[in-house]
């Protein structure tokens, strides 16, 4: 303990507590007033069939720049957005910018392009979920199977009261459940028996690695999970083409990840599919 090994390291740690208290606090502040300072914006990762190589949706991923912070990353400012219940404004408001853009995209694909939003589990606190997001729908005219809300595992074992009922009416919208980081929570598997999701995002930490630490097993097990219970199964993270190829041959369906693009600015995710478009 620092206590124990003397002032020095005491005075240490507290310095870092301080430190990482005036961060947060400065965050906190800044991201009250990111939303009607227009500092939020959206990129758009492509999901990608593994079979045709087709981009068949995309991932909205919150982008935040401040002009005293600067580039803020997610994993940064998502906890404080939590922590302080921002995360309900800022979600509705990538929600309604998901659905807007999306339908907009319609009109440049032959194929009807998905678009998969995070959803935070205090978005769940409040019991009007179902109802925000059946309204965005209608507002954009969105068919609401091209709309899929990625939920992690953690939701489910915070088990707050009214999540699985919300979730519930969500999926009977006719909206996409899925779980995003799988394999990664604490979650028992029977969750994936009560409420029937849509498909399982294989989490990074079981692609990265492979092949030079790792054989995949733990990415197979999950394929085989998936083909049992009929779920849909995404790769995120995937980087390499030798990645690709595993999953392609243990039938993962699609992939995610920088082998095939980052996450894009809605310019450039838009070139992308114009010209998926023109090779069609
Ligand atoms: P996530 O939902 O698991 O998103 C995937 C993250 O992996 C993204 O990080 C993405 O940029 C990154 N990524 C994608 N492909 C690769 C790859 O091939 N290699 C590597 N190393 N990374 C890759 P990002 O954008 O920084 O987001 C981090 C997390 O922040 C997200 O993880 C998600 O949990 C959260 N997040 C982002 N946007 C939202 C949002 O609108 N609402 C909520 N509640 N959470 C969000
Ligand atoms: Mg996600
Ligand atoms: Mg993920
Ligand atoms: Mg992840």
Redesign the pocket.
Known sequence: YALQTGDNTYVFYEKEIRENYLNNLKLETELRSALENNELS??Y?PQVQVGSRAIIAS????RWHNKNLGQV???DF?PVAERTNL?IP??NW?LEEAIRQNQKWQQLTNEPLGVA????PV?FKKSDLPKIIKELLEKYQMPAELLEV?I?EGILVENMVGTGSQLEQIKALGVKVAI??FGTGYSSLKYLQNLNFDKL?I??EFI?DYPENDSGSIAKTILNLAAQLELHVIA????THEQFLFLKENNCHEI????FS??LSVKDFEILITEQNQVD
């Open positions: 959206l990129n990762q991932e909205a991923l919150l990353s997610p994993g998502i995360i800022i979600g990538v939003v995070n959803l935070s978005q990625e992690t995003d980081d995002k989490d990074r990265k995120e993270g995937v980087e995610q990840g920088y082998y980052k996450p």
